[in-house]
T-cell receptor
Framework: KNQVEQSPQSLIILEGKNCTLQCNYTVSPFSNLRWYKQDTGRGPVSLTIMTFSENTKSNGRYTATLDADTKQSSLHITASQLSDSASYICVVRLGGATNKLIFGTGTLLAVQP | GAVVSQHPSWVICKSGTSVKIECRSLDFQATTMFWYRQFPKQSLMLMATSNEGSKATYEQGVEKDKFLINHASLTLSTLTVTSAHPEDSSFYIC????????????????FGPGTRLTVL
């Protein structure tokens, strides 16, 4: 069964601190893996996209890693800001003709002053 | 580029009425759009795939007669919730696939901002 699991479910950190969110997936065939940020009451916004051959990708203070062998990904947020408070969703796209997206349940991050 | 809009952003309606939600790709064309539903503290659940010029493909368990989808053009898809009931209250999000774009955006799904539906 194609699944994407994220941990932790929720996380509270102080402003300025770093944090790392985890994503494990069992999806086949694999096309790519994306991290999205979803603010409350808004649609998801793409942070990074990685294909099978990419190990790391950065977007400002966000750095994603991908280990295709262990089927794990992480999203590292550096020097957190209050505006980073949101749900972070790991999404794996199926390869082949379906092109379907398999969504993780998300990690709810709260950055406190 | 690659902006997707939804209208309305929120709607409150009485039970038994129908509600139409629009999804537009503002600066690109999309032959394929997707409709998702999201309940509080849950992830997005795919309801249906909307194909321009043809019938939508619905996911298992989604009533096609209740959730009518029309993909009238390469930039517009609509979702109509017919005879809405309180259990239909949810956050509805659409996305558009950029099949016709080149470069890094090729085939990527871009999400709209969502529509909050509350049925009284």
């Amino acid at each position: 069964k194609n699944q994407v699991e994220q941990s932790p479910q929720s996380l509270i950190i102080l402003e300025g601190k770093n944090c790392t969110l985890q994503c494990n997936y069992t999806v086949s065939p694999f096309s790519n893996l994306r991290w999205y940020k979803q603010d409350t009451g808004r649609g998801p916004v793409s942070l990074t996209i990685m294909t099978f051959s990419e190990n790391t990708k950065s977007n400002g203070r966000y750095t994603a890693t991908l280990d295709a062998d262990t089927k794990q990904s992480s999203l590292h947020i550096t020097a957190s800001q209050l505006s980073d408070s949101a749900s972070y969703i790991c999404v794996v796209r199926l390869g082949g003709a379906t092109n379907k997206l398999i969504f993780g349940t998300g990690t709810l991050l709260a950055v406190q002053p | 580029g690659a902006v997707v809009s939804q209208h309305p952003s929120w709607v409150i309606c009485k039970s038994g009425t129908s509600v139409k939600i629009e999804c537009r790709s503002l600066d690109f064309q999309a032959t394929t759009m997707f409709w998702y539903r999201q309940f509080p503290k849950q992830s997005l659940m795919l309801m249906a795939t909307s194909n321009e010029g043809s019938k939508a493909t619905y996911e298992q368990g989604v009533e096609k007669d209740k959730f009518l989808i029309n993909h009238a053009s390469l930039t517009l898809s609509t979702l109509t919730v017919t005879s809405a009931h309180p259990e239909d209250s949810s956050f509805y999000i659409c996305s558009a696939r950029a099949e016709l774009m080149t470069g890094s955006s090729y085939n990527e799904q871009f999400f709209g901002p969502g529509t909050r539906l509350t049925v009284l």
